[in-house]
Structures are given as C-alpha cells and as structure tokens.
C-alpha cells in the first residue's frame, strides 16, 4: 500500500508541475500572438487517451508519462516537424517573432516553476509555519552511521558548530561537510569540548557509501502506541514504556534495539521496560520477522519542536527566502554530479517516488512539489540542447552577434540533446534498477 501512495503522489505531483511548466510557455506564446498547436499532459506518440480543440489549440492527455509538451507553429523541438519549417514562416509562427520575444517564450516553464515553488512555500508556512528540533534539544546526544565513526565521531557526541558556526539544525551538518568543504567539527563529548578535523577524501566515504543517513538524534526506544494483536500487545507493552533491554542485552538506545530485536526473530525472551520509574520484565514472543508491533514516539514527540507561526504577509517573505535557498543549497549539490561517486546517486523515478511518505499527508505532498518544482526549474535551464535552458543558449547567441542558428544546426543540436537526455534517463532509472536488485 506504501508504494501505491508514493506512486499516485508522485505521478499527482508531477502533473500539476508539467501543466504549470507548460503554461508558461503557454502564457507567453499568446502574449505575444504566436499560435500554439498542442497543449499535452505526457507524450502521445501513436495515440492519445483525450484530447479536444479550442481555438488553435489541441489540448490533450497521452499515455506516455515523461513529462509533457506544447508545440508551437514554427518552432523546432522535439516534434521534429521538419515539413512544417520547410514553408514559409507566417506571421503567428515562433520564428517570425523578435528573438527577445522567443527567448521570453523559452524562459516562460523555467520562471513558472520558479514561481510555483515560492508559492506553494508561502502558503504551506501560512497554513502550518515552520518546525524543527533545535540541535540543542539533542539532550540523548546524536547517533552517526559507521563511516562517522572512522574519522573520531562517537554516538552521544553533540556538533555545537562547525568551522566555527554555530550549528541550528542537525540538517546543516551535511550540507556544511558535503557542499560547503567542512573542515572542523566542535564536539561536546560529556563535559568536555573536542575540535574533530573532517578528512577531504570523507565526502567521497560519504558517497561511495550511498550513505543515506549520516546523522541524527539519539533516541531511547519509547513506545507511543501498541498495535492489536500483536507480541507487544500480548507481553503487556504500554504507551510510554521505555524498552532498555531484550534477554541480557541492554539496548539504552534505538540503534541498540533493533538490531538486537532482530537477532530474537521467531524466539521467546524478557524484554525490560522503565514504566514511570519502575524496572519491569516482560515475557515476549518475537515474531519471525523481528518485529514486536509498536509505534515508536517520535523525535519531535521526545525532544520537542521550535515552532515559528507566520501570517499570510509575513509568509510571503519567508517563501521567497526559503525558495531562493532551497534553489541555492540544489545549486551547489549538483556538483557532485560530475564525480565519480556522485554520478552513482542519481536516481530516477524510483528515488523521485521515495521522497513522497509512504501514507498521505497533505504538508509532506505540498513541501516536495515545491522541491520538485525547484528541480524541474533548474534541470530545465541546463544549457542542453532539447531542454530550455538549450534555445536560450542559441537564443542569447543570436541576440548578441545578430545572427540567427541555421535550421539545419538547429534540427541536429536538437536530436543530440534529446539522445543525451535519453541516455541520462536510462543512466539514472537503471541506478534505480540496480539498487533495488541489490536489496535481494
């Protein structure tokens, strides 16, 4: 059922984007009167699940989800319509039009997106504001993946700042160390304060990893709700217990407890619990999968939140900034695109999908549009030929030196970015494919 929530959020929000991107080449090509023959949701090679006329305009649905397209007259794209820019150019052709009005038209599924995201940013601050979990709140410490481990770090460990800043947020620590080259890390270890050089080959560690999370609080295992019928609602389990040990072993800490509890899958044992105070022993039977069934109290829940509210004029700033941010932070992770390591981590529709939570909940579902639409902008005005940001490069080149691209370079360029970006498909959808066969 998770996957079937992640795939409908996913194809949901890529929808709305794809319209909206669209639109604004849309918008701009009847601005400025040059016609539009094809409005289309996904492409429609051989057939079409709808479609209708209006206007000049065939608006329409097809079965091929790869994003979606608007062919304006006298334009070269991805149609290749190459008997259409044989004839003459007319007057309400994409051609015929001033190359500052072109480069608009181009530009126009770029700012779209831009806008979209500030504006969903606005409201989701609005509606719900923003929350956190300060990192001073780390009152159990933070817990570190194993290649952590390697270069001195140790879980209970707190990250007070990092090449002397001050650290707000447990996310910055990532960013700092794979984006911003990281160098320091200050460490309070129990009473005393600790400088932990960052190694510059620990990027690569990072990434050759495919470590997906490197840092977060550490967290006893506290039970906020039993399931019915299961070990934990059979062995007495509570809300609010506290599980410190399974058998003989102690497990002070979420890291601790399940991979021990997974070490009694389909066994009979004593689980210890701290109920308000009081040490008690319960008997279990662990299921085969290692599983007792309880939901774990959450971080939020343990160490609690900063919350900061917005009014709908205060929001509005606060979606520019944290849009222009969000924008700025994809910016610089894409270059590690260009190593070796990096290129490993790209991901298609499966990585894409796996943003999504797995049950549906609308702040989640809005947040990531916003994010995806940040992508889609940036991807989109990547200087390639078949994508935007390609005929603004040709655009911009004929502004400046007067002279305009021939057809014919123009037709070529464009097939060679359509196999480039085919080639980059397939490239990060079968990493997908290979991650997923690696988990069996």
Known sequence: MDVVVKIVQLILSLSILVILHEFGHFFFAR?????VEKFYLFFDPWFS??????GDTEYGMGWLPLGGYVKIAGM?????????????PKPYEFRSKPAWQRLLIMVGGVVMNFITAIVIFWLILFKWGDSYIPAEN??????????????????????LAID?????????????????????????????????????????TILSNEVRQLVYFQLPTIVD?????????????????????????????????????????????DITVNRGGTLIQLPVKIDNSGKLGFYLTGADKILGTEQINYTLAQAFPAGINRGVNTLTSYVKQFKLVFTKEGAKQLGGF????????????????????AFLSIILAFMNILPIPALDGGHVIFLLY???????????????????GMLLLLGLLIFANGNDLIRWLGKF
Do not use: C
Request: zero cysteines; a negative charge.
């Open 31 to 35: 601005l400025f009167k040059v016609r």
């Open 49 to 54: 699940i709808f479609k209708f006329k209006k």
């Open 76 to 88: 070269i794209d991805e149609s290749m319509d190459k008997e259409q820019m044989a004839q003459p």
């Open 138 to 159: 780390a009152r159990y410490g933070l817990m570190f993946h194993p290649v952590a481990h390697e270069i001195g770090l140790q879980d209970g460990d707190h990250i």
């Open 164 to 204: 002397g800043k001050k650290i707000e947020n447990i996310s910055e620590i990532v960013e700092a160390i794979l984006i911003d080259d990281a160098a320091d890390l200050l460490v309070l270890r129990g009473d005393s304060q600790l400088h932990i050089p960052v190694p510059m080959s620990f990027k690569t």
């Open 225 to 269: 709700s039993v399931m019915p019928a299961s070990a934990a609602s059979e062995a007495g389990l509570q809300k609010n217990d506290v599980i410190v040990a399974i058998d003989t072993v102690s497990t002070p800490y979420l890291q601790h407890f399940s991979p021990t509890l997974a070490n009694y899958a389909g066994k009979s044992t």
């Open 350 to 369: 499966g990585t894409i999908g796996n943003l999504f939570p797995g049950t549906w909940n609308w702040q989640s579902f809005w947040y990531m549009t």
């Open 398 to 416: 004929e502004i400046v030196t007067r002279r305009k691209p021939s057809e014919k370079f123009m037709e070529h360029a464009q097939v060679t």
